[in-house]
């Protein structure tokens, strides 16, 4: 057993003090790593399931294409990057983090999944605002300005309706998700994780969006309020070639 609790590194960010911690939970008898915006959680490796699956669905949706290029908006603790690269179908990754800070622990490895992520020859690590980078017309590689992903998993915000800036919220209107589909090839799939149940209304933006849209939720248990907990995952597909 480590150490109950390790803060392993904290800095203050435009967007607020962001945090990595360490802690033995006692419920699950395994050290839980954990990042904190300030007061906010934003994650923990107790619950990686629907971080795991944003990323799953994507590639099962591209079952039987190889080569495939794949673009991830958040790094977090790694678990969707790590999904991602299971995929031996996979050729390429680029993840995208808006804060230096989390970049910086995995390639410390402080992060478990830095190891994996460091060695993967498939893998970069982008430090830039996935949504501004949407925006903007080199998109989301720097190095190959206008390329198109046959994939593009985003797990950043809480949900669309509960972002964690409000420069976010142009990205889940109608001209912010046209131009995301201008990243992706024919017959792309965008994936979405979002904290909250599923929302009629953007489900409905995404379909008049996108060739094909719908919303999955992800069940899983959660024994620290002894109840199933769930998350939502949105999959939209553009027009195959």
């Known amino acids: 057993m480590s150490a109950r609790f390790e803060e392993l590194d904290w800095r203050p960010t435009p ?5 990595l911690r360490r802690r033995w939970d006692p419920v699950f008898r395994k050290d839980a790593y954990e990042i904190k915006l300030d007061d906010d959680f934003l994650m923990s490796s107790l619950f990686t ?12 949706e591209l079952a039987g294409q190889s080569d495939l290029d794949v673009a991830v908006g958040g790094l977090g603790l790694g678990f969707t990057a790590e999904t991602v690269l299971e995929d031996p179908n996979v050729r390429s990754m680029v993840v995208i983090d808006a804060l ?33 980078m949407v925006a903007d017309p ?53 994936t979405l994780w ?19 849209a719908r919303a999955e939720v992800v069940s899983f248990p959660n024994p620290l309020q002894e109840r199933e907990a769930t998350n939502t995952v949105y999959i939209a597909t553009t027009e195959p070639r």
């Open 49 to 60: 399931v629907a971080e795991v699956e944003v990323a799953r669905i994507a590639l099962a």
């Open 138 to 190: 080199v998109g989301l590689d720097p190095e190959q300005p206008g390329r198109r992903f046959h994939a593009i998993v985003v797990d950043i915000d809480h949900s669309p309706r509960h972002v964690l800036h409000p420069s976010h919220a142009p990205f889940y209107e109608p001209a912010g998700l046209r131009r995301l589909t201008e990243l992706l090839q024919p017959g792309g799939v965008f």
């Open 194 to 212: 979002s904290n909250d149940p599923p929302d009629d209304d953007f489900t409905a933006v995404l379909a008049d969006v996108f060739a094909e």
């Open 15 to 19: 967007m607020g003090v962001i945090s």
């Open 100 to 132: 230096g800070e989390v970049i910086d622990w995995h390639k410390r490895e402080l992060i478990p999944a830095g190891a994996t992520l460091n060695a993967d020859s498939r893998c970069r690590l982008v430090h830039g605002d996935f949504f501004a």
